[in-house]
């Protein structure tokens, strides 16, 4: 049994606990109790919990009534309670000085220190910490958390003042006084800085966060009508669709700065949608969640398959339940999934598990993700905390070891014949991952210009560890003792979970000094060298949009909801999307994409990915006529070709001057430098050019063109592995891989593989070093070329004595 921290006997329980001493209480408790007393001030102190379902524990209720008023009175004139009545009077002091000067700015009863949603979280804190504490670590706690809390509050008010004549965001219902404001109860950052709910007399509400991340408005900034995109998702849901249509969530947000540079943030609040049902009862108690009738639930999951494609591509990360939550906006056609708390992107997530939206291999990592698929009743958090009552009816005050039972699970979608998640709306969920990856491969080069231009202005955070490991080292669960920075430390030592930053353009690692919330630079050993963390360049610049790499999102999309299929072995056709299962680990999904006549297929083990790309069955009559537009892989077929005619007229008299002539090299480089721009937006939108899709003649001419290219190595290795996985597939000849393996060690000045690069040493052509040379004919010969004798021959009967570059 948890041991007891401190008991609560009322009138009818018997005698109540001796005291160390007796104190008057100040006029701020006396204030609270009678307003507890009365049936107000519920969740100003830990709850009244009871056995819940499946191991958990469930809110009974609060203290509410006359005898526990009083039998709190008793508690609190306990000597080891002091600080906890100082802090309410200290409180209820800044209360009446605030409440007489927002006069007409806040209604009457928001800043009152009875006004649980606003104190209670800082109230139940504090009143742990007395129970729990030391009587000089709980003064010292107390002391500073007030004062904390003082400041965030002084600071939102004048935040609000300053910015509520033009620098709000656009929504409806922002009239007349604030009528309630509401802390968030769990971790606090930057100097007990915590997110506020903010609801105004005209029904709007917003959430203030002072915190300076802001991926929110970077990728979720709704566009004002008629002007152009203000953020990521802006833009993409704005550019004509690729493969399908693309809804990704917007909201109405801005970010604010003090004269100091402290930076914050406004956004809408999310309503929940209408449709909310019970998805499980146990007694009296109920796990509500979004209930969509079958059409509505489609149409979700097809935009929460866009959400998470572009999670996966943009490395945004933190995505969990919580903060992902189902909702309505006045101006959406249907509820969408809003990643509401996005402070963490650009992170170079190699699993769709690490965005958060879904647990990773073989079911790691914690099951309540974004897109959960399983009603449990556990939640996330709770309080550390809580109040248990025996049969003998005293109250006593434990931690809380088990989970809390939760009522509502806001990221949670059923329909409404019974079935959770996307498992059974797998093909849509699928399709919009596709369409959404289509959209942004045909459009990388667009957004990584528009994410360039606006990335010095914004943002990212950088976690160092999770979140849970800092909990562990608060406190507040349980847990081996982590080794932490000293910057760590010092955060930690005032309460905060550690929060560090960049810019989005990269740079030295940040935190906030809470004083005066000026940046100050961090030390963090793994984060010293400036590179780790977000932000990551190859995401931030779009380098992963090929058609390729959407093959592991796609997988691991599909293992978070194997179990919700039916059966191992699986065969689905749902919009242009075949499915066919396995198994948990070995299936492939096609899709059809019409616009191009092709279809793409996945197919996957385990430990393998592959990618086919096959014409689409076409009916009779549907070929192009005489005067039609060719299809996408004639114009690359051509255009290739042409490459290559072109290409041969200025390097074969290049080649007989001996590489002399500096007006034929700089008009190569200028062709295969353009060459390549095209190459690549051709790889994002189609995947590598093999023999599939433009015949073996112009695939050996893309393959070349990249042989070719000077200072060019992120592309040239990005293009490696998929000429390595078309080799794979027999889409083109194991020699290319060879080749490019070579022109890429010799760019990076390593040592070649195959002997496909000769050098000119004192008139004679000579193979360029060579690793292990011992066994280079055992390479080439696995990959088809002759052996490096007879390479040389020929090299040397065509070139010689001309060559002066690398053959």
Known sequence: MPECLWELRTADTGPRPTTSGSRQLP?????????????GAKGMFPPVVGDGPDGTVRVVRHLECRAESDALATALSDDRFTPLTAALERLDTWCLRAAEQQRGRVAPGVLDVTNAELFGPVVTELFEACATRTARRAADFTALRVAQFERCLDLFLARLAHDRPAGLPDVPGLDGPVSGIR????ETHNGGGRVLRVEFAGGGRLAYKPRPASGEVLFLAESAEGAPPDSVFALLNALPPASGPVRLPVLRCRMGQDPD???YSWHEWIEPPASIGDLRTDGELALRATVLDPPCAGALWHRAGALAAAAFAFGIADLIGPNVPAGSRPRDD????????????????????????????????????????????????GPPTCWTQDADGVLRLTRRTRPLARTRAPSLVADTEGRTGYGPYLGRMLRGMFDAWTLMCRNRRRIAEFIAERAPDHVVRVLARPTREYANALGAGPGD?????????????????????????GGPLWALDPRNGRTVEARLPEFDDGHAGPPAPAVRESHGLDLAGLGVALRDAVTHVAADLDGPDVTLHDDGVRIALHGPHDGEVSFEWTGTGRRITYSWTLTTLRLHIDEMDEPPGTSPTDGEAARPCDRIRERLRRLARVDAALREPWAAGGFTDTELERRLRQLTDTAADWLDGVIAEHGWPGRRLVGEEAAA???????????RTDFQRRCLRLVEQAAAEGDVPER????????????????????????????????????????????????????????AQRLRERFAPTVREPA
């Open 261 to 263: 540079g402290a930076a």
């Open 334 to 381: 249907g509820p969408l999934l809003y990643p509401v708390d996005l402070e963490v992107y650009f992170t170079d997530v190699e699993r769709l598990s690490g965005t958060g939206l879904v647990q990773g291999p073989l079911g790691a990592g914690h099951h309540h993700v974004g897109l959960e698929n399983v009603p449990r009743w556990c939640d996330l958090d």
């Open 183 to 186: 802390a968030h109860g769990d």
């Open 481 to 505: 003792t982590v080794v932490l920075a000293r910057d760590e430390r010092s955060q930690l030592a005032r309460g905060d979970v550690p929060y560090f930053f960049r810019r989005a353009d």
């Open 27 to 39: 006029s701020a408790v006396r204030k609270l109790l009678a307003n507890l007393a009365a049936g």
């Open 701 to 711: 001419v893309a393959s070349r063109l990249v042989q070719h290219l000077v200072d």
């Open 736 to 791: 290319e891989v060879a080749y490019l393996t070579d022109a890429l060690r010799w760019a990076e000045g390593r040592e070649q593989v195959y002997g496909t690069k000769f050098r000119d040493v004192a008139g004679d052509l000579v193979p360029c070093p060579i690793e292990d040379p011992t066994r280079v004919d055992e390479r080439r010969a696995a990959v088809g070329l002759c052996p490096l004798d007879e390479y």
